[in-house]
Antibody
Framework: QLQLQESGSGLVQPSQTLSLTCAVSGGSISSGAYSWSWIRQPPGKGLEWIGYIYHTGSTYYNPSLESRVTISIDRSKNQFSLKLTSMTAADTAVYYC????????????WGQGTLVTVSS | DIQMTQSPSTLSAAVGDRVTITCRASQSIRTWLAWYQQKPGKAPKLLIY???SLESGVPSRFSGSGSGTEFTLTISSLQPDDFATYYC????????FGQGTKLDLK
């Protein structure tokens, strides 16, 4: 059974860079049939897709965040990562990693999420 | 950007009720729509994809319909475990979610 687990910095200072990793188990991140996404949810609010990556390294980002986002993949560790620069309080959210099909796609598998707070 | 609008924002219902949640897209998304259920402190769970396809393991009391710009999620007979927040998501062009519908106990 596929499992995704987020990890990384839970507290980020304003203007700094967020770094998160999603470890994938129960399946290979190198499968060509899937896209690997990051999605976030501010406290008490709705969901916002951030971007995705394929096993080839090909990426696609939400245009509203594109200038600040980098998603990368490490096939040897079966994981993918998110970097979000110039963090502000508006970036405080639960960050989820998720697996989709060949994009665009729905998201069938999600990590449990990790809360990231932007504060000095 | 394609905007997704759900209605109602909050829905009060009783166990056994039949409930319907609506999701409207700002332009046609054909049938590229998914529905998710989210409980407090948990990740969203996929219920329906491609507007009407039931995800494996999801009870048959959940159903989806629609195409183009108007879609519905129906729960035929509410069970205690169904009280949660529901989101629609379009994947015709990029990905956007509706604002959510909170289903609570009347």
């Amino acid at each position: 059974q596929l499992q995704l687990q987020e990890s990384g910095s839970g507290l980020v200072q304003p203007s700094q860079t967020l770094s998160l990793t999603c470890a994938v188990s129960g399946g290979s991140i190198s499968s060509g049939a899937y896209s690997w996404s990051w999605i976030r949810q501010p406290p008490g609010k709705g969901l916002e897709w951030i971007g995705y990556i394929y096993h080839t390294g090909s990426t696609y980002y939400n245009p509203s965040l594109e200038s600040r986002v980098t998603i990368s993949i490490d096939r040897s560790k079966n994981q993918f990562s998110l970097k979000l620069t110039s963090m502000t309080a508006a970036d405080t959210a639960v960050y989820y990693c998720a697996r989709g099909g060949t994009a665009p796609s729905h998201f069938a598998s999600w990590g449990q999420g990790t809360l990231v707070t932007v504060s000095s | 950007d394609i905007q997704m609008t759900q209605s109602p924002s909050t829905l009060s219902a009783a166990v056994g009720d039949r409930v319907t949640i609506t999701c409207r897209a700002s332009q046609s998304i054909r049938t590229w729509l998914a529905w998710y259920q989210q409980k407090p402190g948990k990740a969203p769970k996929l219920l329906i994809y491609k507007a009407s396809s039931l995800e494996s393991g999801v009870p048959s009391r959940f159903s989806g319909s629609g195409s183009g710009t108007e879609f519905t999620l129906t729960i035929s007979s509410l069970q205690p475990d169904d009280f949660a927040t529901y989101y629609c998501q379009q994947y015709n062009s990029d990905y956007t979610f509706g604002q959510g519908t909170k289903l609570d106990l009347k």
